[in-house]
């Protein structure tokens, strides 16, 4: 046995451990390059598992965005890295920024933000603020595993029902029914509405692609109490990845429109700076004799490349491969009644001064 294979093997290892990401090399930016390498001796044991939290607390917590083909002007992520250890996440290469490795290290060492809520009801209040829908989710999940000790993303969508804010949520999470009693009153309002990531209905892929998320069943479950309780529910199918998990199209868009959903999104899959070698490693451990058929087909949707970062073609792909993932995901979507009305949330009952003790504070 080759010290290469012996590498793979140790891979599966992480794999059982609850990781996604097979690897922990050095962010682009590091002036040194790190790989572990097995001499030979069983020297190369397999990575610890436990997750390390550093609090940190930045001067905003709104970001904007200006990407033409996202649908929102305004995000919050409570937590920068996400245990939930999805190989493909296009947020991976940000971890490069902190020093640390787009791989494991993105899985194990996160980032929590507890003064989010202070800082939101600074901005909020702000009289330059200009009232946007917000949502939370679009980078890492805001119901990762550790939300459930920190609960940060409850605290913010307290602040956001407090002063009548609009709020749009993507999560691949069960814990978010935890948070109904908050969402479900502010959906009443039209203030809220919620988004499942299903990429598969198969539990034992779902756990190699998404280690420490939901399982399928957990997800469809929230999204039949989401839904009971009023709150509008639509899922993402994200991402889509030729001859892994696309040929499931019909039946993810079935289960979760029966459960109660009502809209439905896909994102093709996206490769871009480390993801791409993290993904390759990780498809290669995975089902080593399909692994390359598998890269083959997601060029073919990225014009011979991994990756097209062009607004429009990264989200969608193009090529032949890539229309007919659309044009079966639209005509799903169409028959199942999905995206048969746009549920657009109301901004006008925004109050730019919140109450305290049942008065309006003046100054």
């Given at each position: 046995?080759?010290p290469?294979t012996?590498?793979?093997?140790?891979?599966?290892?992480?794999?059982?451990?609850g990781?996604?990401?097979?690897?922990?090399v050095?962010?682009r930016?590091?002036?040194?390059?790190?790989?572990a390498?097995d001499?030979?001796?069983e020297?190369?044991?397999?990575?610890?598992?436990?997750?390390?939290?550093t609090?940190e607390?930045?001067r905003?917590?709104?970001?904007?965005?200006r990407?033409?083909?996202?649908?929102?002007?305004?995000?919050?992520?409570?937590y920068?890295?996400?245990?939930?250890?999805?190989?493909?996440?296009?947020?991976?290469?940000?971890?490069?920024?902190?020093?640390?490795s787009?791989?494991?290290?993105?899985e194990r060492r996160?980032?929590?933000?507890?003064k989010a809520?202070?800082l939101?009801?600074?901005e909020?209040?702000?009289?330059?603020?200009?009232p946007k829908?917000i949502?939370?989710?679009?980078?890492?999940?805001p119901?990762?595993?550790?939300?459930?000790?920190?609960?940060?993303?409850?605290?913010?969508?307290?602040v956001?029902?407090e002063?009548?804010h609009?709020?749009?949520?993507?999560?691949?999470s069960?814990?978010?029914?935890?948070?109904?009693d908050?969402?479900?009153?502010?959906?009443?309002k039209?203030?809220?509405?919620?988004?499942?990531?299903?990429?598969?209905?198969?539990?034992?892929?779902?756990?190699?692609?998404?280690p420490?998320?939901?399982?399928p069943?957990?997800r469809l479950?929230?999204?039949?109490?989401?839904t009971e309780?009023?709150?509008?529910?639509?899922i993402?199918?994200a991402?889509?990845?030729?001859a892994?998990?696309?040929?499931?199209?019909?039946?993810v868009?079935?289960?979760?429109?029966?459960a109660?959903?009502?809209?439905?999104?896909?994102?093709?899959?996206?490769?871009?700076?480390?993801?791409?070698?993290?993904?390759k490693d990780w498809?290669?451990?995975?089902?080593?004799?399909?692994?390359?058929h598998?890269m083959?087909l997601v060029?073919?949707?990225?014009g011979?490349k991994?990756?097209?970062?062009?607004?429009?073609?990264?989200?969608?792909?193009?090529?032949?491969?890539?229309?007919?993932i659309?044009?079966?995901?639209?005509?799903?979507?169409?028959?199942?009644g999905?995206?048969?009305?746009?549920?657009?949330?109301?901004?006008?009952?925004?109050?730019?001064?919140?109450?305290?003790?049942?008065?309006l504070?003046?100054f």
């Amino acid at each position: 046995m080759t010290p290469h294979t012996r590498s793979i093997d140790r891979n599966h290892v992480v794999h059982r451990h609850g990781r996604g990401a097979t690897s922990n090399v050095s962010g682009r930016f590091e002036s040194e390059k790190r790989s572990a390498f097995d001499d030979g001796w069983e020297s190369l044991g397999p990575e610890p598992v436990q997750t390390h939290v550093t609090e940190e607390t930045p001067r905003s917590i709104i970001t904007t965005n200006r990407s033409p083909d996202i649908s929102f002007d305004q995000s919050i992520n409570p937590y920068r890295g996400c245990e939930h250890g999805c190989s493909y996440c296009f947020a991976r290469p940000t971890h490069a920024f902190m020093g640390l490795s787009p791989g494991l290290d993105f899985e194990r060492r996160l980032f929590a933000k507890p003064k989010a809520a202070e800082l939101l009801r600074e901005e909020l209040q702000s009289r330059a603020y200009v009232p946007k829908v917000i949502a939370i989710g679009t980078n890492t999940d805001p119901y990762q595993p550790i939300e459930r000790d920190y609960q940060i993303t409850r605290s913010v969508l307290k602040v956001l029902a407090e002063f009548n804010h609009p709020v749009a949520i993507v999560t691949k999470s069960h814990l978010v029914t935890r948070d109904i009693d908050i969402l479900a009153p502010m959906a009443r309002k039209n203030l809220a509405k919620v988004c499942l990531s299903v990429t598969t209905l198969d539990a034992k892929l779902a756990r190699a692609m998404e280690p420490r998320a939901s399982t399928p069943l957990r997800r469809l479950s929230a999204i039949r109490q989401l839904t009971e309780a009023g709150i509008p529910t639509g899922i993402m199918m994200a991402p889509v990845i030729p001859a892994l998990n696309e040929a499931e199209i019909e039946s993810v868009l079935e289960s979760c429109a029966e459960a109660g959903a009502l809209s439905a999104g896909y994102i093709m899959l996206r490769l871009p700076l480390e993801v791409r070698h993290l993904f390759k490693d990780w498809i290669e451990a995975l089902m080593p004799n399909r692994a390359s058929h598998i890269m083959r087909l997601v060029e073919d949707t990225r014009g011979g490349k991994a990756y097209e970062s062009e607004w429009g073609l990264r989200m969608r792909g193009r090529g032949a491969y890539a229309k007919m993932i659309k044009d079966r995901f639209h005509a799903a979507s169409k028959r199942l009644g999905l995206n048969a009305n746009r549920l657009d949330l109301d901004t006008s009952q925004f109050r730019s001064i919140a109450e305290k003790d049942g008065q309006l504070r003046l100054f």
